[in-house]
Nanobody, 117 residues
Framework: QVTLVESGGGLVQPGGSLTLSCAAS????????MGWYRQAPGKEREMVAV???????NYADSVKERFTISRDSGWNTVYLQMNSLQPDDTAVYYC???????????WGQGTQVTVSS
């Protein structure tokens, strides 16, 4: 069982920056992927960025060049540095942990990011 605790959401003006963090605890499988998904009102949840325990990273086209995902040296915490935020980035952001061997998915409670002037 993996528990995820997120932090870092909030209100920011267009063009501003925020950093989200998500710490995983419990029994952590070594082969995993951690990442961020978001869901805006009336829309489906979408992948924002993911980082595999071996190092590779994937980004949604809409956030490339603006967002950066990273993991700490212990591979138990994932960060999302968000720059040049726009109103379309407004959503609830969810941290995800997936065990690659079994496909088990774990989700954080979600953190609200609002981009507005």
């Amino acid at each position: 069982q993996v528990t995820l605790v997120e932090s870092g959401g909030g209100l920011v003006q267009p063009g501003g920056s925020l950093t989200l963090s998500c710490a995983a605890s419990g029994t952590i499988p070594s082969m995993n992927v951690m990442g961020w998904y978001r869901q805006a009102p009336g829309k489906e949840r979408e992948m924002v960025a993911v980082a595999f325990s071996g190092g590779p990273k994937n980004y949604a086209d809409s956030v490339k060049e603006r967002f950066t995902i990273s993991r700490d040296s212990g591979w138990n915490t994932v960060y999302l540095q968000m720059n040049s935020l726009q109103p379309d980035d407004t959503a609830v952001y969810y941290c995800n942990f997936r065990t690659l061997r079994t496909g088990d998915d774990y989700w954080g409670q979600g953190t609200q990011v609002t981009v507005s002037s």
